[in-house]
Every structure is written in structure tokens, then in C-alpha cells.
């Protein structure tokens, strides 16, 4: 079955750590995207990738960082410099164009020791 | 920016329809109407999406005034599968880079039992 996997589903960090979620889609999309959510609280757009080895700074990128060697692949680093990095990370995809809608993984909730 | 307004939180009996409202009164001539919902600690899933027209899916139906200033979203026969946070996003596929989902607090949908 196609679809987006993110791992771990729970993640922990020690102050001064960088973390990497990973994603993983074999949906054969371009554009892949990773937002952040704080509880009771909208999507925010970290970082988006329209194709291999490119990517662009979304709202709040400060703190992260991100890599798209593979088409299937964009994992998400959170550096020590993500002074409140404690929220819910989702990874998406979608065709270039996003017509038919972004396909959602299933989130990593990370927290902070 | 907040490009579109929804109740905080509606309820529904379950069998019946729900309808969830949009306003989106500074929606330009480019711009689609799409619908999300997020399932707790889940990933949002994409619904529905419209421009003009109304729109029926096997998820639901998407009715948009002929102004486009506001959209109402129909689940024909909720369930309780259904109880979840129902986002109405605006946005346009033109640009590539600039088509990124803007997610705001949404509409928790309550079905009852």
C-alpha cells in the first residue's frame, strides 16, 4: 500500500541534543513538507522541498534543519537551537501541483528531558 | 494571516448530517477551497476541495456560495468515527513553492451518540 511512514512515533531529546525525525513516502511524490503542532493549536509549516536536493524555509524553520537526497526521503533535523522543540511533528506529501490534496503521515510527538 | 473563519466546535447526532461552515470572504478569483480533518493524535486527512462548483466525494459534499465568500462542508450521515477537527484552508495551486496548506484552529466536530 502507498503512504507516508514517520519514525519514531515518540521521540525523546536531552537539552543541547539534535534529533532527526525521519519520513519516509512511496507515494512517487515531488513536493514533500514537515509541520509543527503545539497543542490545541493549527499546522505550522517548518520546511517544504518541491523536488530533489531543494527545499525552502517555511514559517518557523529557525532551529531546524532538513535534507531531500531522495525523492522518497526528508528527514527533519530539531538542533540544540530549537529552544522549545516539545510538539507534534507531521510530514507530508503531495504532486507537484497539490491539486488532489497533501497525503499526511502519522506524526512523531517529540519530547523534550 | 488568518484567510478564513470557522466555529470553534459544533456538535452532532450521529445518523444525521453534519454541515460545517466557512467564511472566506477575501478569497481571490485563483483561489480553491479545501477541506481537512485531523482525528485525534493522528495526521490531518485531506476531504474535499472545490473552486467554484459544488463538489461530491465519498468522504462528502463541499457547497460554496456563488460569492465564494463561504463554503459549507457536509458529512451526509455522521458517525462517530467522524469526531474530529475539520480545517477549511484556501489556497492557491499557482507558484509551486507558494501552494503550502495554511492551517488554522478548525472545527472540532463532536458526533453523539
Known amino acids: 500500500d502507498g503512504g507516508i511512514t514517520q519514525s519514531p512515533k515518540y521521540l525523546f531529546r536531552k537539552e543541547g541534543q539534535n534529533v532527526t525525525l525521519s519520513c519516509e513516502q512511496n507515494l512517487n511524490h515531488d513536493a514533500m513538507y514537515w509541520y509543527r503542532q503545539d497543542p490545541g493549536q493549527g499546522l505550522r509549516l517548518i520546511y517544504y522541498?518541491?523536488?530533489?536536493?531543494?527545499?525552502q524555509k517555511g514559517d518557523i524553520a529557525e532551529g531546524y534543519s532538513v535534507s531531500r537526497e531522495k525523492k522518497e526521503s526528508f528527514p527533519l533535523t530539531v538542533t540544540s537551537a530549537q529552544k522549545n522543540p516539545t510538539a507534534f511533528y507531521l510530514c507530508?506529501?503531495?504532486?507537484?501541483?497539490?491539486?488532489?490534496?497533501?497525503?499526511f503521515g502519522p506524526g512523531t510527538r517529540l519530547l523534550v528531558l | 494571516d488568518a484567510k478564513t473563519t470557522q466555529p470553534t466546535s459544533m456538535d452532532c447526532a450521529e445518523g444525521r448530517a453534519a454541515n460545517l461552515p466557512c467564511n472566506h470572504s477575501t478569497i481571490s478569483g485563483n483561489e480553491y477551497v479545501y477541506w481537512y480533518r485531523q482525528i485525534h493524535s493522528q495526521g490531518p486527512q485531506y476531504i474535499i476541495h472545490g473552486l467554484k462548483n459544488n463538489e461530491t466525494n465519498e468522504m462528502a459534499s463541499l457547497i460554496i456560495t456563488e460569492d465564494r465568500k463561504s463554503s459549507t462542508l457536509i458529512l451526509p450521515h455522521a458517525t462517530l468515527r467522524d469526531t474530529a477537527v475539520y480545517y477549511c484552508i484556501v489556497r492557491s495551486l499557482e507558484g509551486g513553492a507558494t501552494n503550502k496548506l495554511i492551517f488554522g484552529t478548525g472545527t472540532l466536530l463532536a458526533v453523539q451518540p
Open positions: 522541498s518541491q523536488i530533489v536536493n531543494d527545499f
Open positions: 507530508a506529501s503531495s504532486r507537484a501541483r497539490g491539486l488532489a490534496g497533501e497525503y
